[in-house]
Structure formats: structure tokens, C-alpha cells
T-cell receptor, first 126, second 107 residues
Framework: EVQLVESGGGLVQPGGSLRLSCGAS????????MTWVRQAPGKGLEWVAN????????KYVDSVKGRFTISRDNAKNSLYLQMNSLRAEDTAVYYC???????????????????WGKGTTITVSS | DIQMTQSPSSLSASVGDRVTITCRAS??????LHWYQQKPGKAPNLLIY???NLHRGVPSRFSGSGSETDFTLTITSLQPEDFATYYC?????????FGQGTKVEIK
């Protein structure tokens, strides 16, 4: 069974830093793009960042660029999100998810999120 | 960024009802549209991928249709376990974006 487990959440002051981890099991971790999605209290889902199989390609939503860094360690089957300069608006449940690939038929791959972790909660408050 | 707009934002329905949720993209996304179900306090679960393909283990009462900019999620006979919030999401371009969600409540 494919399983993703997030950890590292907690209470942090504005301007502080936190590192989230996502441990993966039951899959060939290094074969997949991976992603972070967040959900502010009472709000909808927001994609945050993703990373390709070997960590060489990373993409971010504009609101976290320059503050968050996504990374992975395939030897440890782990995904990370380093969050710096945290703001109140970063308060959310953070989910990691697997990007499952599908082809458009033109040699380009797209992805949907087929496996999700249970999430870890970040609260940014003084 | 591609904006995804769902309607309605919420609906009340009874067990056995047919429910339809629509999702509109601000520009064409071909069939790069996926649907998720989320129950309170839980992670989202994939229901439908690439507009119309049922994810494994998802009951056949769920179906999806559409392409380009207009998409639909249909539940043919609503069951008690289907009361949840549903999100559409496009993977055509970065940033991947979600609709605001449709909450399906018990009438």
C-alpha cells in the first residue's frame, strides 16, 4: 500500500522557519514527481510546490517563491519543504501528494495527484 | 494563471438524488481536469482524472465529462458517504489551480 506521512508541523512566530518532511512507503519514490498542497483554515486547496524525480526541476506558486524550498532525498524516500520568512497567511494544513503521470499523446507528460498524506498543521502566530 | 470556477459553491440534496457540479476554466485546458473529494478533517481523495476516467476503487455512481473549458462531475444516486466537499483541479499549466470547492450537504 502506498503511504505518505507528513511531519514537522507546529506553531511558529511570523518571520520564523520550519521544515516539513514527508516519508513515503510502498512506492518507487524516485520514479515520481512529488508535490505539496496546502489548505488554510476553512478554505480551499492551494498547490504550493512540486519537484521532479531527481530534484533538478522545482516549481512554486508565486506567493512562496523565494521563501520556500522543496527538496527530496530519494535514498531516504523523503520529500521536504523548507519554509522561511513565514507569514500569518502561511497558516494551513500542508499535504504532500504523489504526482501520477499520464501522457497527452504528444510525448509530453502531465500529472494528477493520486495519493495524499494526512497532512501536518502549520500555525504562524505570535 | 488559469482560474477554475465551480458552481454551485454549495448544495443541499437527499440520499438518492442526482447531483451535478460544474467547473469552468478561464482558458482551454483540453482534458487536464481532475476531481477530488474531501471530507472534514481528512485529506482529499482522487475521484476522476483527465475529465472522465474513474480512479480505481471509486464507485461507478461518480462520473465526469467535458473538455476545453467546461467540465461536469455527476453523482447519479447520492449516498450518505458522498456528503463532502468536491474540488476540480487543472494540471494543464503551472501553477496548478483548484476550484474553490462545492460542499454537498444533506437536505
Amino acid at each position: 500500500e502506498v503511504q505518505l506521512v507528513e511531519s514537522g508541523g507546529g506553531l511558529v512566530q511570523p518571520g520564523g522557519s520550519l521544515r516539513l518532511s514527508c516519508g513515503a512507503s510502498g512506492l518507487t519514490f524516485g520514479s515520481y514527481w512529488m508535490t505539496w498542497v496546502r489548505q488554510a483554515p476553512g478554505k480551499g486547496l492551494e498547490w504550493v510546490a512540486n519537484v521532479n524525480q531527481d530534484g533538478s526541476e522545482k516549481k512554486y506558486v508565486d506567493s512562496v517563491k523565494g521563501r520556500f524550498t522543496i527538496s527530496r532525498d530519494n535514498a531516504k524516500n523523503s520529500l521536504y519543504l523548507q519554509m522561511n520568512s513565514l507569514r500569518a497567511e502561511d497558516t494551513a494544513v500542508y499535504y504532500c501528494a504523489r504526482h501520477y503521470p499520464y501522457s497527452s499523446g504528444w510525448g509530453k507528460y502531465y500529472y494528477y495527484m493520486d495519493v495524499w498524506g494526512k497532512g501536518t498543521t502549520i500555525t504562524v502566530s505570535s | 494563471d488559469i482560474q477554475m470556477t465551480q458552481s454551485p459553491s454549495s448544495l443541499s440534496a437527499s440520499v438518492g438524488d442526482r447531483v451535478t457540479i460544474t467547473c469552468r476554466a478561464s482558458q482551454t485546458i483540453a482534458s487536464h481536469l481532475h476531481w477530488y473529494q474531501q471530507k472534514p478533517g481528512k485529506a482529499p481523495n482522487l475521484l476522476i482524472y483527465t475529465a472522465s476516467n474513474l480512479h480505481r476503487g471509486v464507485p461507478s455512481r461518480f462520473s465526469g465529462s467535458g473538455s476545453e473549458t467546461d467540465f461536469t462531475l455527476t453523482i447519479t444516486s447520492l449516498q450518505p458517504e458522498d456528503f463532502a466537499t468536491y474540488y476540480c483541479q487543472q494540471s494543464y499549466s503551472t501553477p496548478q489551480t483548484f476550484g474553490q470547492g462545492t460542499k454537498v450537504e444533506i437536505k
